[in-house]
């Protein structure tokens, strides 16, 4: 695995860091005293994944919950002034949230940090219904939805337009008002079939980085023949 080369002016791109900014841009925090970077998640084994692809020797602590979290926190910080302006070079900077916009990163990246955004705010959701009824007889449909969230529409904008020009998926943009969120969360939600199309291009190979658990789904998910058979 190559490494980024930390410290540095300029940072050689690879699937390890593409995908390490991509959990930056929706997990991460970049302090305003301009050095300071921090990954928060309830996965410790994404920040182990995080740390391994940065070369890091930072210790992951636990932290604290807000007010929704039931599963442990945990956090890992690091210092490094070349990175945190490179980060800002491409598109971060501190306060993010609902600002930021476009990142600058090289089209033949943008799954390895698809697949970092998937692991830091995306979800993959999959279940069975049997509601389908043709000619007397019953099917049972799997469902699955893949998600990509922010608080931001400017970059769900720019993330929708990259997904369908690299993926050739189209998906729907769809804006949630739930009451527990202060504002509006934007979400890019991708349907069964375009689910499928897009976790076999963003797990193009073996030995990428990657959420495990998102993976085996993922997996699972393809390896599957048939979605629907008769149940009765």
């Known amino acids: 695995m190559p490494k980024p080369k930390l410290p540095s002016k300029e940072f050689t791109w690879t699937p390890e860091l593409a995908y390490s900014v991509g959990l930056l841009v929706t997990d ?5 005293d301009g050095r300071h970077m921090s990954l928060r998640s ?13 070369h890091l020797k930072n210790r992951i602590a636990q932290t604290y919950n807000n007010g929704y979290a039931v599963r442990p926190s945990y956090r890992i910080q690091f210092g490094n002034v070349q990175f945190y302006d490179w980060l800002l070079r491409i598109g971060l900077f501190p306060a993010k949230t609902y600002t930021i916009g476009k990142i600058q990163i090289p089209g033949e990246y943008f799954r390895d940090f698809l697949r970092g955004h998937l692991d830091g705010d995306g979800s993959i959701l999959t279940y069975s219904d049997d509601y389908n009824v043709y000619k007397g007889k019953r099917y049972l449909n799997t469902r699955i939805y893949t998600n990509f969230i922010s608080a931001s529409k400017r970059h769900i904008l720019w993330l929708a337009r990259m997904i369908r020009s690299r993926a050739s998926v189209q998906g729907n943009i769809e804006r949630s008002n739930a009451k527990e969120n202060r504002v509006p969360i934007w979400k890019i939600r991708f349907a069964k079939y375009e689910s499928l199309t897009l976790l076999r291009w963003i797990y193009y190979r073996n ?7 998102k993976r085996r789904l993922s997996e699972a998910l393809l390896k599957r023949v048939r979605n629907d058979r008769l149940v009765r």
């Open 28 to 32: 991460g925090n970049l302090s305003k």
């Open 42 to 54: 309830s996965d410790k084994d994404l920040l182990e994944t995080f740390r391994i692809c940065l």
């Open 207 to 213: 030995r990428l980085p990657s959420l495990k658990r």
